[in-house]
């Protein structure tokens, strides 16, 4: 993207001590928000959060020192969006893991100072960045994203066709996290998932979630909050939801990680860990023609 769409960008959009938009080396257009509860970065591309930092408190989002922003790739860390699919495609393994909606270009549509001191922005998924091959169906997809003192993020799914379509979509979040052996996931405690490091098989949660090997488990059937406690950094972060009934809790450790080549330094994912709310497995979503579907986040903090 050239400099005039920065500067229209900041003609329309920016709020004055709150909002600013950036060019970034790769190209990359960053929505900078700055105000007296938070900061954060957003990449226009993929709508993506990439920080996240309460005043006063340690970053809330991880972000891999070693991420790519480049134009066409998906960043490492903050909160990718996994949408019309999370995953592998049910029946074409040529489409993108996970979706395209996190590697295209999505337009800042609306930007609002809000009256208890937060900052929203509203990002819109344009016609043009949807591949019609991969997903032939009429609609209207925004991410909602406001930062405060607490960080709500909004997908909203609209069909705007003639006929239903089916999702599944995540918030796949990265936190900061003290060191993964000072952390213990709660709120899944009873649920049922499937691990995909153990084939695929179904188990269910014994207590609550510690980590010491590569985790990649899809919950499903859970609608509860889910508390990352952490006694490190003293903190708990709460992931409060709604219109989501799965949650994702992935962790690449040693091997999966160097293999990725974006994660930074060797240990680089022990000061991690994805928590993610989504819809996925038995609990996709049927959008029918004319209606809307919203999967609500919020991420807050609550000291120890
Ligand atoms: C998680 C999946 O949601 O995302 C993992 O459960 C996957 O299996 C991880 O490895 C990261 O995916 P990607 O495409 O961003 O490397």
């Given at each position: 993207?050239?400099?005039s ?5 900041n ?38 959060v ?19 922003l ?6 490492r ?14 029946t ?50 925004r ?11 909004e ?7 003639q ?6 979509e ?25 691990d ?12 609550a979630?510690?980590?010491a090997?590569?985790?990649d ?40 990680a160097?293999?990725m ?11 991690m ?7 996925a ?24």
């Amino acid at each position: 993207m050239s400099q005039s769409d920065v500067t229209t960008l900041n003609q329309k959009f920016a709020i004055p001590g709150q909002l600013e938009f950036t060019e970034d080396v790769g190209g990359l257009i960053i929505a900078r928000i700055a105000n007296k509860q938070a900061q954060s970065t957003i990449a226009l591309q993929g709508a993506h959060v990439m920080t996240f930092e309460p005043v006063g408190e340690k970053p809330v989002i991880w972000l891999s020192p070693a991420a790519k922003l480049v134009l066409g790739k998906s960043i490492r860390g903050g909160v990718p969006i996994c949408w019309p699919w999370f995953g592998a495609h049910a029946t074409d393994s040529t489409f993108p893991a996970h979706g395209f909606a996190r590697t295209v270009p999505w337009q800042v549509v609306a930007s609002e100072a809000l009256s208890d001191g937060s900052t929203r922005v509203t990002f819109e998924l344009p016609q043009s960045s949807i591949p019609a091959a991969q997903w032939p169906h009429a609609c209207r997809v925004r991410n909602i994203v406001t930062i405060g003192k607490e960080m709500t993020v909004e997908l909203v799914t609209e069909n705007t066709g003639q006929a239903m379509f089916e999702i599944s979509e995540a918030l796949h979040t990265y936190f900061v996290i003290s060191d993964v052996d000072k952390i213990r996931i709660t709120g899944l405690e009873g649920c049922t998932y499937l691990d995909k490091v153990g084939d695929w098989q179904r188990r269910t949660q014994d207590g609550a979630i510690t980590i010491a090997a590569e985790v990649d488990r899809l919950y499903v059937n859970t609608d509860s909050d889910c508390l990352i406690d952490d006694n490190g950094h003293k903190r708990c972060i709460r992931i409060a939801k709604r219109g989501s009934l799965s949650t994702v809790v992935w962790n690449p450790w040693v091997e999966k990680a160097a293999k990725m080549g974006d994660f930074g330094s060797d240990t680089g994912y022990r000061g991690m860990v994805c928590v993610e709310s989504a819809n996925a497995a038995e609990n996709v979503v049927k959008v029918a023609a004319g209606a809307t579907h919203s999967l609500h986040v919020t991420y807050s903090i609550e000291n120890i």
